[in-house]
């Protein structure tokens, strides 16, 4: 795995403070007359100015050239990244059937795809321009962006690496995200990536509406699940571009996207400070709450990040993992339970073998389990938590699943349930071999 070269600023939602060169921050207020070494001053909202203080973000970036220096946006084409998911939609499938899919494919040798060209939508509700709604995204690449930067006028994306390191340079600094790690990068923010390795697969959960944050703790108390001094944000490094190169920046407009072109670098900021900025977390430091008496606890006490609805305690987004742990529950069917949910789970897998399912849920694959659709643990894994001796064991070693789960109702793309050609028709038979067990009274 590659070492990560850069330093960062530690914590979650802080006001930072972050300076390439000394001095360069206005000190006493954001906008002065002159800025200091004569940089732009300006401001990215991430909420509406009147948002209540608590939930209220928003960064002041100092730049050598503002960011409205480009030529007009021009359309761009790019069919299989879907943002409105209506049921009537010609890129959109409705079913409620179990589904699951193969690894998705890495781009051919002979091609050169990056992040950008690389997206494809496998599913979503609701669409952008109402703000309401999210959209579920596997990325293949096997070029850098180069001389291109993007930023998402829709919504955010949190990022899921499962094949390869992306080296990301943003407007407020440069992180290395790997496997195992993620990253949130909020809506209108600037980014390009290159891949740290040659090729590089994962998988995106975007939200049109509010932002993640840290999951309520309740009665868990003040510490546990993911801390909020592990999250990692970028420290402010410029670049200076006096080259005359064009850049090409893209964003995502309302479902489509568009480019313009300019003769410097978008990553000319030498120092910002705020509380909207990108993060990323190493999954490794989640500190796993579970049960130590009896029962299958449900996986919500896994939540990394939500992003929250309007109705308490129902999520827009969940984002969850399964992560290494120790099982000890006594007269307890350990595994996953067989569930009917209010909720849509989409799942994908990093690393290892999810311990839910033997074979056929694999690294780089999918599964989408929609609401009041049935699901569970299948035949083998049933059979073998049934007859298993009860003793504390070690779960997941060598492995890291997560859940995208969400309380719409998905819609598939045709790409996601058709053209990709990973869907795994023969899902169904997972639970084909469950007999009846029962034994009824003579």
């Not at 990394?304 to 992560?323: E, H, M, Q, R």
Request: with cysteine.
């Amino acid at each position: 795995m590659a070492s990560d070269p850069y330093t960062y600023l530690e914590g979650f939602g802080n006001h930072f403070t972050s300076e390439a060169l000394d001095g360069a921050l206005p000190k006493g207020q954001n906008t002065p007359q002159k800025c200091p070494y004569n940089l732009y001053a300006e401001q990215l909202s991430g909420t509406a100015f009147t948002a209540p203080r608590t939930h209220n973000q928003r960064t002041w970036l100092y730049r050598i050239r503002p960011s409205v220096v480009h030529t007009p946006y021009e359309s761009v084409d790019h069919d299989l990244l879907v943002s409105h998911f209506s049921p009537s939609s010609p890129d959109c499938v409705v079913t409620p059937t179990q589904l699951r899919w193969s690894p998705f494919d890495l781009p051919s040798k002979d091609s050169k795809v990056d992040f950008v060209q690389g997206l494809k939508t496998v599913a979503g509700a609701g669409e952008p321009s109402c703000r309401s709604g999210l959209a579920i995204h596997i990325y293949t690449a096997n070029a850098d962006m180069d001389q291109r930067a993007f930023y998402n006028s829709d919504g955010d994306f949190l990022i899921v690496p499962q094949h390869g390191a992306l080296d990301i340079t943003t407007e407020f600094g440069k992180m290395l995200v790997r496997p195992n790690e993620i990253c949130v990068i909020q809506r209108g923010i600037r980014y390009s990536v290159a891949l740290a390795d040659k090729e590089a697969r994962g998988y995106i959960l975007e939200v049109f509406g509010e932002h993640f944050e840290l999951p309520d703790l309740g009665p868990i108390g003040a510490n546990g699940l993911a801390n909020p001094r592990d999250f990692l944000t970028p420290k402010a490094a410029y670049v200076n571009d006096k080259s005359g190169k064009t850049w090409e920046i893209v964003t995502k407009f309302n479902g489509k996207l568009f480019k313009v072109t300019q003769k410097h670098s978008p990553f000319d900021v030498v120092a910002w400070h705020g509380n909207y900025a990108p993060y990323k977390y190493d999954l490794a430091n989640f500190c796993v709450i579970n049960t130590v008496s009896y029962d299958h606890i449900d996986p919500s006490i896994f939540t990394v990040l939500t992003c929250k609805s309007y109705s308490p305690g129902v999520a827009i987004a969940d984002f969850v993992i399964f992560p290494p742990r120790w099982a000890v529950s006594e007269k307890t069917f350990r595994p996953p339970y067989f569930h009917r949910n209010c909720m849509s789970e989409f799942m994908g897998l990093i690393l290892g073998d999810y311990e839910g399912k033997t074979g056929g849920f694999l690294p780089g694959g999918g599964s989408l389990h929609s609401p009041m659709t049935p699901h569970g643990p299948d035949a083998n894994v049933f059979k073998a938590a049934s007859e298993a001796e009860l003793t504390p064991v070690r779960v997941a070693d060598g492995t890291q699943a997560f859940m995208f789960e969400t309380s719409l109702l998905l819609s598939t793309t045709t790409w996601g349930l058709k053209t990709c050609g990973k869907v795994q028709d023969d899902y169904y038979k997972a639970w084909s071999n469950l007999d009846s067990n029962f034994q009824e009274p003579q």
